[in-house]
């Protein structure tokens, strides 16, 4: 009787240890104020996406998405409402995106996000109708509803690219998008593309500064 009570104790044991494992895992895998992937995650997600692009020629493009004029809403609101801000985003955006995209948290007000069997014209469409949805952000006092816009450096996976190229043509796009104006998306062309890249507006914010 007693070594079928150790017997049960222990698989009680490797269950528990097994279940707290798994729990481990997924905390180091979600931000915790945005329920995100983390940024460590979302770099494998890319890695794996961009293995999966190469193996199959799918289409994959990554946009590194920056919310504009966040660092505003915390000096003029205080940080819990850019907490709130930064929960509201992530959570319109992931309802917004198509099924088997990934959204993760990179940075600050800072995200990526990862269209997979999508090319680029239609990669920009999407990130131009998740802008047109995105609804206004309650802030803590109740009263304050604070638009919410975002810029965008959007590009899409070559056979030769790695994360490193990858990121590097989506930062250098979002750049871009931010010093024209923002609430905007810019794309970001590989070397065989033109050397010019080409600039998408929506035409709500054509003419537009800061």
């Known amino acids: 009787m007693a070594a079928g009570t150790d017997i049960s ?4 044991n490797e269950k528990s240890l097994h279940q707290a494992h798994e729990a481990a895992l997924l905390a ?14 979302i770099m494998e997600l890319l890695d794996e996406a961009l293995a999966t692009s190469r193996q199959s020629g799918s289409g994959l493009c990554a946009a590194i998405i920056d919310i504009d004029h966040f660092k505003g809403i915390n000096d003029t609101y205080g940080h819990d409402a850019g907490d709130v801000v930064l929960q509201h985003f992530a959570r319109a955006c992931r309802e917004r995106v198509p099924p088997g995209s990934h959204l993760g948290r ?30 206004a952000a309650v802030l803590p006092d109740r009263a304050t509803r604070r638009p919410v816009a975002f810029s965008a450096g959007l590009t899409e996976a070559l056979s ?28 970001g062309f590989g070397m065989e593309k033109p050397a010019t890249q080409a600039a998408h507006v929506p035409a709500s914010n054509a003419g537009r500064g800061n």
Do not use: M
Request: glycine content about 6%; proline content about 3%.
């Open 9 to 12: 104790a222990l698989k009680h």
């Open 28 to 41: 180091a895998r979600t931000d915790l104020l945005t329920g995100l992937p983390t940024r460590r995650h």
């Open 106 to 135: 990179i940075g600050g007000e800072e995200f990526l996000l990862l269209l997979t069997d999508v090319r680029l014209n239609d990669a920009d469409r999407r990130l131009d109708a998740v802008r047109a949805g995105l609804p």
């Open 160 to 187: 030769h690219d790695d994360r490193s190229s990858i990121l590097s043509r989506a930062d250098r796009a979002l750049y871009a998008a931010k010093s024209e104006g923002r609430n905007r998306t810019r794309i």
